[in-house]
């Protein structure tokens, strides 16, 4: 039997609190490890308890989520992030995304969404909430930056877009390497090569693109 996924919950609202805990808590496979109601709490404990995924809200008290989510980043990089909000605001998603996020679940949907993004981030996936995924990936957005027209897009290699598709779940060039058996300097080149193709400048350029494309559909 796998083992449990270790999980951390942040939010400022007790009562959101409490409902998160009693969510999770009825999942055989999620363990519940550690909680905080404060931004610098929350950073102090999950570099302490280093869980598999930490659940934040992005407006928390002293430091919000998405700062908190940069701040792990640089020192628990193995920790997966996933942010809880009431914003469904496309430049919070992209802020969120740039920081390192791996999930976006709005609170209104939390009940259905949530412990699918927990899982789904966990194995290196990468989650943004069904009700907004539409708008914030829109095609048009998707293809921005992009040097060619519609109908004449260039020709990706078969390792190109494999190496893309795994930076959009949100594997490490290591993790990509491990995957398909490959080394750590080729994943670059592949990945480097791919975006110029395609006009990919960030890890969120090559997110929208994968979303246009429908890579993700079964994240």
């Not at 992209?94 to 996020?101: D, K, N, R, S």
């Not at 209104?108 to 194995?123: C, G, K, M, N, S």
């Not at 990706?156 to 390497?177: H, M």
Request: aromatic share 6%; proline share 3%.
């Amino acid at each position: 039997m796998s083992r449990s996924i270790r999980l951390f919950l942040a939010d400022d609202h007790p009562i959101v609190l409490a409902g998160l805990r009693n969510l999770v808590q009825a999942e055989p496979d999620v363990e519940l490890v550690g909680e905080a109601t404060a931004g610098w709490a929350a950073v102090k404990s999950i570099i302490e308890l280093k869980p598999d995924v930490a659940v934040l809200d992005i407006s928390m008290p002293e430091i919000n989520g998405i700062l908190i989510a940069r701040k792990i980043a640089e020192e628990c990089p193995s920790v997966r992030i996933l942010v809880l909000t009431f914003h469904e605001d496309r430049a919070y998603v992209h802020q969120a995304l740039q920081a390192g996020v791996r999930g976006y679940v709005l609170k209104r949907t939390a009940a259905e969404t949530l412990l699918h993004a927990i899982r789904a981030v966990y194995v290196g996936g990468l989650y943004v909430d069904p009700a907004i995924a539409g708008r914030i990936f829109d095609n048009k957005e998707a293809r921005a930056g992009r040097t060619y027209e519609s109908g004449a897009t260039p020709s990706l290699t078969d390792r190109e877009s494999e190496v893309l598709k795994l930076a959009a779940f949100g594997f490490t060039n290591k993790e990509i390497a491990g995957r398909l058996g490959i080394g750590i300097k080729s994943v670059e080149t592949y990945k480097a090569r791919g975006s110029d193709k395609l006009g990919l400048k960030t890890r969120a350029d090559i997110v929208r693109f994968a979303s246009a494309e429908g890579w993700l559909t079964n994240v």
